[in-house]
């Protein structure tokens, strides 16, 4: 069931632009970005884990943001099918975990 629209889930929304946003500065070696979400800064993967219900479309300009960040053809594929903010949470995330490998990869080197 997806959650209903808000207040609750504008602000849920609103910090998930900025997660994007965020994560779209984030350079690997730096801990992973934190937005404020609920009175309280948190890692960008807890705010996609908490839109992941939201059956809401996506603004252009954070899909946009997604699709510049996304570079497998399978996860092109699964967002272009779900361009909503439970969609783009799940791509952010498989997103987040990719930069997190990029990093270990490298301080391995």
Not at 7 to 13: G, K, M
Not at 25 to 32: F, L, N, R
Not at 34 to 44: A, D, N, P, S
Request: glycine content about 6%.
């Amino acid at each position: 069931m997806s959650e209903p629209s808000g207040s609750n889930s504008l602000e849920l929304r609103i910090a998930f632009h900025n997660a994007v946003i965020r994560f779209q500065d984030w350079t690997t070696g730096v801990a992973e970005p934190r937005v404020k979400l609920r009175g309280r800064f948190c890692g960008i993967s807890e705010v996609c884990q908490a839109v992941a219900n939201i059956a809401d479309p996506l603004p252009e300009n954070i899909l946009s943001i997604l699709y510049q960040e996304t570079h497998k053809g399978d996860d092109m594929l699964a967002l272009k099918a779900d361009e909503t903010y439970r969609g783009g949470s799940w791509q952010l995330l498989r997103l987040i975990a990719d930069r997190k490998r990029q990093h270990e990869r490298k301080s391995r080197s």
